[in-house]
């Protein structure tokens, strides 16, 4: 201040000048833009933008959607099958429909979106097993979307005598010989054809005789086996017979996977040489591949038969390992 008490003009021109200097601003850059016209910029807050939906002043109505599935280790061939799908945005799921492979549709951003990749009438298209896979449509004028899908094969089962390790056969030609009261552990081989695979696993449905054999259980890779639900297609006509259905899981590689067949045989009765007389002296394996198929109710579900007990894996069953007794 003055002698006479007034502000001098500098005092809050420094004031200013500090208070700028402390939030960042540099006062000669404002004075050169003020004196040439120009504006000083401005920082906004970035808002994140939900996955799928478009942000501030991006209009995109659809989104042309691309269904493309690849075969797995065959690259550069076709897929005759189709690919399902079904969207929800904001409500309920739409039906399902579907479209030939690299086929198109139109969605609208930020849609939910629900695949079953070469899902055929709810059947393995050209022999090759089903995907499943979800997405959220996003804020792009088209999308491509792409899944890996294996074909199906017939993979090589081999179970190996406890006695000298050589390989049964189910044309009683090489029998595995046993005693009452034993328990005999053999080796089983599983190997995919090359090039194909079965990601969803098999339903192993076992049926021995009931008068010389206890049980029967099978590891694979030292973890036994699971045992589940018997699909309902499958029916024996032989009134002596126990059946018992294991998970197998998937392998999508062509490698030999070790496990054992593990029989035990009653203690009174010993299994006696019958090859000829039908399966009444075999321990017999039937494979029932899983694949996804669609309910009744228009959900999607994994099993080895539908809700109408068919097959819907694109192949027979497989008989598969079947050995005799004696």
Same mark, same amino acid.
């Given at each position: ?8 003009? !500098? ?31 401005t ?8 996955a ?32 399902? !799908?079904?969207? %929800? ?30 899902? $055929? ?71 995919n ?7 969803h696993?098999?339903?192993?449905? $076992? ?16 973890k ?9 297609? !499958? /029916? ?7 059946? %018992? ?22 203690? /009174?009765?010993?299994?006696?040489t ?53």
């Open positions: 201040m003055d002698k006479k008490g007034k502000i001098k003009w !500098y005092v809050p021109v420094a004031i200013g000048v500090i208070l700028l200097l402390a939030f960042g601003v540099n006062p000669l850059t404002l004075l050169q833009n003020a004196l040439s016209g120009a504006t000083t910029p920082t906004q807050a970035v808002v994140p933008v939900q799928g939906t478009c942000p501030a002043g991006t209009i995109i109505a659809d989104t042309t959607v691309t269904l493309d599935a690849k075969r797995k280790f065959v690259s550069g061939t076709a897929l005759a099958g189709r690919n399902f !799908y079904r969207i %929800k945005d904001g409500g309920s799921w739409s039906a399902w429909a579907s479209v030939a492979d690299a086929g198109t549709f139109t969605s609208s951003p930020g849609t939910n979106l629900q695949i079953l990749w070469v899902l $055929t009438g709810g059947s393995v298209a050209s022999g090759h097993y089903a995907e499943f896979q979800e997405e959220v449509v996003p804020c792009e004028g088209t999308v491509t979307y792409t899944k890996d899908v294996i074909q199906s094969g017939t993979p090589t089962v081999r179970v190996y005598s406890d006695d000298n390790g050589n390989l049964l056969d189910s044309g009683g030609v090489e029998n595995e010989t046993t005693a009452a009261g034993e328990l005999v552990n053999l080796k089983l081989e599983y190997q054809a090359f090039e194909t695979g079965n990601p696993g098999f339903v192993i449905v $076992t049926r021995w005789n009931r008068t010389s054999v206890d049980d029967v259980t099978i590891n694979i890779e030292g036994q086996l699971a045992t589940v639900g018997i699909p309902v297609r !499958y /029916t024996t006509t032989t009134g002596n017979h126990v059946q %018992k259905a294991f998970f197998f899981p998937g392998f999508t590689d062509s490698l030999v996977h070790s496990g054992a067949v593990i029989v035990d045989i009653d203690d /009174t009765n010993n299994p006696q019958c090859v000829g007389t039908g399966d009444l002296c075999a321990i017999n394996f039937t494979w029932e591949a899983r694949n996804y198929f669609l309910t009744d109710s228009d959900e999607y579900a994994l099993g080895p038969e539908d809700t109408d007990d068919n097959n819907r894996t694109g192949q027979a069953d497989m008989n598969l390992g079947s050995f005799y007794l004696d």
